[in-house]
């Protein structure tokens, strides 16, 4: 399938997006920010399952290290044909009025800023107009971009809908160039990232919203991610699969 670099590969989405495509035969790039022992793990579990990996620790909110990402990658693991673009923070939850301008800034900037910058050098290194063999990018949006984040996550709500702003455009941009983008847009998925909103009963406060009467895994969200990097999605752009539990 060739080399899938994850932004945000140490642990959740990530995490199971990297452990499933090498399963499905990709080798991969682990990117991480400060977890190197859960990066580790996760680069241990691709190896078992017979595929290469590469570790790679970076900030995706600061344009050198996305640009180093890049190089270092095609270095380790040769030229790059899949990109999912994960790495992404809540910022401490509260109603827009008592927001810090500290979180709103951390948000945006990886969020957005690292979004964009991340999307970029995966065209410059996949875009047939640059020499590269085409490619998949897959944005993580939130169903927070259509719900808006009421009471707690403004700022993150308005990242997701920029992520999926971005999606749409991009995909437009480089239809003719072999890279399809797309996105998925998770409902309440189980991972670390609600506690770090500071409520740590974040999802069984939201749970009675979702109609299926479940969080959803990260597995769940890895399946998808890997059907649009996949040849089954081919005619596949610009779109944002919900990932919910029916939670619209
Ligand atoms: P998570 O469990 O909190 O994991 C976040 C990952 O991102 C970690 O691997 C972390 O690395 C990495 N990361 C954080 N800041 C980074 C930075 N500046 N540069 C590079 N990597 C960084 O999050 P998750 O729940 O899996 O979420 C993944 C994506 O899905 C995010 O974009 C999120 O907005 C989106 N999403 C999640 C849900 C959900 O319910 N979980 C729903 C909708 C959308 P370290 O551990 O090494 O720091």
Redesign the pocket.
């Known amino acids: 399938m060739g080399v899938l670099v994850v ?10 997006t990297c452990r499933m495509a090498a399963q499905r035969g990709w080798d991969v790039v682990v ?6 022992a ?2 580790g793990a996760v680069a241990a579990d691709i190896a078992a399952a017979g595929r290469k990996a590469a570790l790679i ?6 344009e050198a ?1 996305v640009i180093r990402l890049f190089a270092e990658a095609q270095k380790a693991l040769g030229p790059i044909g899949g990109v999912v673009n ?5 910022g401490t939850g509260s109603r827009l009025e008592d927001t810090t301008l500290e979180t709103i800034r951390a948000v945006v900037d ?2 957005v800023t ?1 979004a964009l910058l991340v999307a970029r050098e995966a065209v410059k290194r996949m875009s047939t107009r640059h020499g590269g063999q085409g490619g998949g990018i897959v944005n ?5 971009a259509r719900l808006g984040g009421t009471g707690e996550l403004i700022p ?1 709500a308005a990242t ?1 809908g920029a992520i999926e702003t971005l999606t749409i455009g991009l995909a437009k941009e480089v239809g003719g160039d072999g890279i399809r983008v797309n996105a ?11 506690d ?1 909103t500071g409520d740590m009963n974040r ?1 069984n406060r939201l749970l009675p919203g979702v109609p299926m009467g479940r ?2 895994t ?1 597995e769940e ?1 890895a399946e998808a991610i890997l059907w649009l990097l996949s040849p089954a999605a081919s005619y596949v752009t610009g779109t944002s699969i919900q990932i919910t539990g029916g939670r619209l």
């Not at 590969?9 to 990530?14: A, E, F, L, P, Q």
């Not at 990117?31 to 190197?36: E, L, R």
């Not at 620790?57 to 600061?62: K, L, N």
């Open positions: 932004t945000g590969g140490s642990r959740g989405i990530g995490a199971a990117n991480y920010k400060g977890n190197a859960a990066a620790q970076g900030d995706m909110a600061v290290d994960n790495a992404g923070i809540t990886l969020n690292g993580l949006s939130s169903a927070a993150y997701k998925v847009s998770p409902g309440l998925i189980a991972t670390d990232i609600h770090s999802m969080v959803g990260a969200v």
